[in-house]
């Protein structure tokens, strides 16, 4: 079976830390976002997973060629001149996709965080024998996307209303598909929408099944929705894998560490905490619902928390890191100082506090 991953642009909405790898490339939970999904590709029998992208595709390839040996997937990339939206990277890519098996292939959005169920997702787009299922997650308030109508007991996709007014259903597009390559036949070699002119489409036809997905979903592509994602990552994590986790009288809930990181005496660490690769971490720090990088150093009595720190990073001794702040690749916070919300751009040092949010150049 093949994959398509729609990697797409360039990531603003997390920057600053996509100034310094493309978006799929973010650690989350100790890892390129990107590589729980292939990994989670792999153990359901894919063999080939095509990156739709148009931004920086040799800086994926040569990151991916490492994790192509080792998984034992092969990694390709299929680039768009101009941006084609969600649907025109599979026509793009048709050659890749349609190999003459008639296997189903999946499409992923590149920011999407779950357990994702492939292997039930396989089983039951077999058992309905449509054309194409979509994943759809329940949502508190459904009104800010577009909303999937469908029967509850076949799952068989009726409509989609876009940000509807009055209250149609609670169950959003999870941006998970497996589809046959006949949808391929659908779709022109031009900027297209899959969600708005592709579904509507093939549900016109009733070829078009939803499942409900079981267990947590996130779109992580923005910071503050990253940091809901981690804690939903790692309670998953606890459930399924709790001998991944952190434990010790320094640990508060759900807490990552790498086995490579350090963390000195008298730490308070958690909850919903990932420290990764190389990281160090002094005495007495207090880390709560953050991340921190590989190779980031976090000084002694520092206190962060409900923020991103990037790449090599330093938090000064005593400093207070805290609403949402993110510090880019290689800044460093001098000691005793306060961010709260700064957004700050790669190679910069902070010696004076930031008491209100803003960006940093």
């Known amino acids: 079976m093949k994959a398509l991953i729609l990697v797409g ?15 799929p490339l973010v650690d989350f939970g100790n890892k390129p976002m990107i590589l729980h999904q292939i990994e989670a590709l792999k153990e359901v029998g894919v063999t080939e997973v095509v990156l739709a992208i148009n931004y920086q595709p040799e800086v994926m390839l040569n990151f991916l060629k490492d994790f192509e040996s080792k998984l034992g997937i092969k990694i390709t990339c299929s680039q768009e001149t101009e941006p084609l939206g969600t649907a ?3 026509a793009l890519a048709r050659d890749k996709l349609a190999d003459g098996s008639g296997d189903p292939f999946f499409v992923l959005n590149s920011d999407v965080i779950s357990e994702y169920p492939f292997a039930e997702l396989i089983q039951f787009h077999k058992s309905h024998g449509g054309e194409a299922t979509i994943m759809v997650t329940k949502v508190d308030e459904p009104s800010k996307y577009g909303v999937v109508v469908m029967e509850e007991e076949t799952g068989m996709v009726e409509r989609f209303v876009e940000k509807p007014k009055a209250f149609v259903g609670n169950k959003i597009n999870a941006g998970i598909y497996l589809l046959n390559p006949s949808v391929l036949d ?21 070829g078009l099944f939803a499942m409900v997905l079981p267990g947590f979903w996130m779109d992580i592509g923005q910071p503050r929705d990253y940091i809901t994602g981690l804690r939903l990552y790692l309670d998953s994590l606890r459930k399924k894998a709790p001998a991944k986790l952190a434990s010790g009288a320094h640990v508060l809930g759900n807490v990552l560490v790498h086995e490579t ?24 720090v207090r880390l709560s619902r953050c991340t921190v990088m590989r190779g980031a150093r976090v000084k002694k009595h520092a206190c962060i928390s409900s923020s991103i720190i990037g790449w090599h990073s330093t938090v000064g001794m005593w400093a207070r890191v805290e609403n949402m702040t993110i510090l880019g690749e290689d800044v460093h916070v001098c000691d005793e100082v306060y961010s709260n919300g700064g957004v700050v751009l790669p190679h910069k040092e902070i010696k004076s506090s930031i008491l209100k949010p803003e960006i940093v150049m």
């Open 186 to 206: 659908r779709i022109e070699l031009k900027p297209t929408s899959i969600e708005k002119e592709v579904f509507p489409r093939i549900a016109a036809d009733n």
């Open 261 to 284: 990181a350090v963390i000195g005496e008298g730490c308070l660490i958690g909850p919903d905490v990932a420290v990764g690769p190389g990281c160090v971490v002094e005495a007495g």
């Open 9 to 23: 642009g360039f990531g603003t909405r997390l920057r600053p830390l996509t100034l310094s790898v493309p978006k």
């Open 88 to 90: 025109g990277p599979l």
